[in-house]
T-cell receptor, first 117, second 115 residues
Framework: GAGVSQSPRYKVTKRGQDVALRCDPI?????LYWYRQALGQGPEFLTY????????KSGLPNDRFSAERPEGSISTLTIQRTEQRDSAMYRC???????????????FGPGTRLTVL | AQKITQTQPGMFAQEKEAVTLDCTYD???????LFWYKQPSSGEMIFLIY??????QNATEGRYSLNFQKARKSANLVISASQLGDSAMYFC????????????FGTGTSLTVIP
């Protein structure tokens, strides 16, 4: 009964470097979401997938951010040419169904704390 | 306009008393879902309770209940008999029907339960 896992848990990088954050959802979950959470704030939606298809990427701040889920399971959020303002907790969540209504709660991973120096 | 508004950045509650955390939402959809999550200091996000827009009864889950007032667009969380372990951040969230599965979260309420 593994939950959502994310790696790495902590990432420190220098400004200008690229980073890749990984999310491993609960097995069998159709939908996968990426959020960014600043300290003391609620999660801010970035993007989500149903299976391998990216359904909505309206929350991605700019074109330095991208995400993929090529086989409908593990997802990677990539930030290119990182900037200090990218420092935050990046959270992944998964849900069993694909937005068909009902409870469909999201199960969150522990997050990756990204610090850009 | 904010989709989810939580007006109480921080709250204190006496142990064993009931506490209400406020949440108002903004949507023009008829079909939507409302959620509450708890985030303790460890950082995990724990699902607490769900209310569907068509549910006529207020949702309850153990010591948690959701006071759903549709006309006022409010979905307050009530924690009965609060415990020290209830001290945490609490987030209200909404999923709108027309936007598929995108969730909107509020800014959270930090609850501290004192003995």
């Amino acid at each position: 009964g593994a939950g959502v896992s994310q790696s790495p848990r902590y990432k420190v990088t220098k400004r200008g470097q690229d980073v890749a954050l990984r999310c491993d959802p609960i097995s069998g979950h159709v939908s996968l979401y990426w959020y960014r959470q600043a300290l003391g704030q609620g999660p801010e939606f970035l993007t989500y997938f149903n299976y391998e298809a990216q359904q909505d990427k309206s929350g991605l701040p700019n074109d330095r951010f991208s995400a993929e889920r090529p086989e409908g399971s593990i997802s990677t959020l990539t930030i290119q040419r990182t900037e200090q303002r990218d420092s935050a907790m990046y959270r992944c969540a998964s849900s069993l169904t694909a937005g068909t209504g009902g409870i469909d709660e999201q199960f969150f991973g522990p997050g990756t704390r990204l610090t850009v120096l | 306009a904010q989709k989810i508004t939580q007006t109480q950045p921080g709250m204190f509650a006496q142990e064993k008393e009931a506490v209400t955390l406020d949440c108002t939402y903004d949507t023009s959809d008829q079909s939507y879902g409302l959620f509450w999550y708890k985030q303790p200091s460890s950082g995990e996000m724990i699902f607490l309770i769900y209310q569907g827009s068509y549910d006529e009864q207020n949702a309850t889950e153990g010591r948690y209940s959701l006071n759903f007032q549709k006309a006022r667009k409010s979905a307050n969380l009530v924690i009965s008999a609060s415990q020290l372990g209830d001290s945490a951040m609490y987030f209200c969230a909404m999923r709108e029907g027309r936007t598929g599965n995108q969730f909107y979260f509020g800014t959270g309420t930090s609850l501290t339960v004192i003995p």
